[in-house]
Each structure stands twice: as structure tokens, then as C-alpha cells.
T-cell receptor, first 113, second 111 residues
């Protein structure tokens, strides 16, 4: 519906592994934000990318990192996975210069065993 | 960012109007008020955004009093498919700001 797509939809990893999640933003949107949503809680801001550079970061450790590509798509990388990293990871795209808000993708459900 | 307070849960019946009120006493001059809807295992969906007075779209209405310290999301004639978590957010309305979500209001619509 929003034009924001994420892959994969589900993922199972074991503790200590690394994971890469992908996001394609809505056409024309140049800003991508990533959020982590634990079960029963609201989404928590991880970081945002604008024009391929990190443009703000929430309270997440450095093992959470990201990239934005020239076509504005983005990756979220998580190293040294911990059990508490199990969550729904959401990507949201927006147009930086707009007063409009952000539009979310369907999310990637990550389970760390 | 201004902190928001909204009820943890609400119950309603099909066909009724539902009003969810959000308090944001410390809202700043540049802040907009935005509501999202989220179904289980899906990303939040933008419902409506406003700055002052009243905003209406095909899904909902948003009422904002003159002091802007609260807002009310109004869902007309809810159906079972409106069962979801509703989040009230305040912040600058640009796409470059991190969104701060609270715990939201869990709306349960009964037949």
C-alpha cells in the first residue's frame, strides 16, 4: 500500500550471527528510517539515512549499522545478534523537505535463538 | 519531543463512533500531531495529521483545540477491521525527524 517494501519477511538466526535486512523506499522518497518493535511495544527509532549518510540515531549500540544506496534503498545490519534483538524491524520512507510524515513497510520479523 | 498520553485500551461495537483522545501538554509551536494505525505483524499505517482545528479525510477526523494540548482521533462507524493499535505522535512534521511512539491505544471492536 505505501510502496515501501522490505525483505525478507521472516528470518531466524542464532545468537552471535549477523543479519542484513533490506528496504526499498517509496518512489521519490529520499529518506529512510529504521525502527525496532518488540512484542507489545511501540516502534523504537534506530537511525535514519538521508542522501546516503546517517542523519540521526536512537539509543542503539554500534553493532546496529546501516547503508543507503544512490537509489535511496537501504540496509540494516546487525552484528553479534543477541536474544533481545528478536523483534519486528520496520523501515519507513519519507521526503526530507516535506511536511508529511513517514510511511512504513510491512516489516521483517527476526527471531534470534 | 513532546510526550503523549493516551488510553491503553478501548472497546467499542460495530457501527459506533470511536473517539480516542491524546494529551500532549508540552507540544511545541512547530509540532504537528500525527496518528498511526497498526495491525498485528504489520507496519504502522499513517491515518491523519494536523496542526490545529479540524482535519478530515476519508478514514478519520482529527480535532485539535486552540491550546493544542490535546487532540482527538474520531473514527466514524467502526467495523471489526478497525481493531488495531492507534498511536498518537507529536513532532515536527518533516520527513527528517525521528518518530517517537508510545505504547498506543489498543482498540477492540466487537460485533
Amino acid at each position: 500500500e505505501t510502496g515501501v517494501t522490505q525483505s525478507p519477511t521472516h528470518l531466524i538466526k542464532t545468537r552471535g550471527q549477523q543479519v542484513t535486512l533490506r528496504c526499498s523506499s517509496q518512489s521519490g522518497h529520499n529518506t529512510v528510517s529504521w525502527y525496532q518493535q518488540a512484542l507489545g511495544q511501540g516502534p523504537q527509532f534506530i537511525f535514519q539515512y538521508y542522501r546516503e549518510e546517517e542523519n540521526g540515531r536512537g539509543n542503539f549500540p554500534p553493532r546496529f549499522s546501516g547503508l543507503q544506496f544512490p537509489n535511496y534503498s537501504s540496509e540494516l545490519n546487525v552484528n553479534a545478534l543477541e536474544l533481545d534483538d528478536s523483534a519486528l524491524y520496520l523501515c519507513a520512507s519519507s521526503l526530507a523537505a516535506s511536511q508529511e510524515t513517514q510511511y512504513f513497510g510491512p516489516g521483517t520479523r527476526l527471531l534470534v535463538l | 519531543l513532546a510526550k503523549t498520553t493516551q488510553p491503553i485500551s478501548m472497546d467499542s461495537y460495530e457501527g459506533q463512533e470511536v473517539n480516542i483522545t491524546c494529551s500532549h501538554n508540552n507540544i511545541a509551536t512547530n509540532d504537528y500531531i500525527t496518528w498511526y494505525q497498526q495491525f498485528p505483524s504489520q507496519g504502522p499505517r499513517f491515518i491523519i495529521q494536523g496542526y490545529k482545528t479540524k482535519v478530515t479525510n476519508e478514514v478519520a477526523s482529527l480535532f485539535i483545540p486552540a491550546d493544542r494540548k490535546s487532540s482527538t482521533l474520531s473514527l466514524p462507524r467502526v467495523s471489526l477491521s478497525d481493531t488495531a493499535v492507534y498511536y498518537c505522535l507529536v513532532g515536527e512534521g518533516t520527513g527528517r525527524r525521528a518518530l517517537t511512539f508510545g505504547s498506543g491505544t489498543r482498540l477492540q471492536v466487537q460485533p
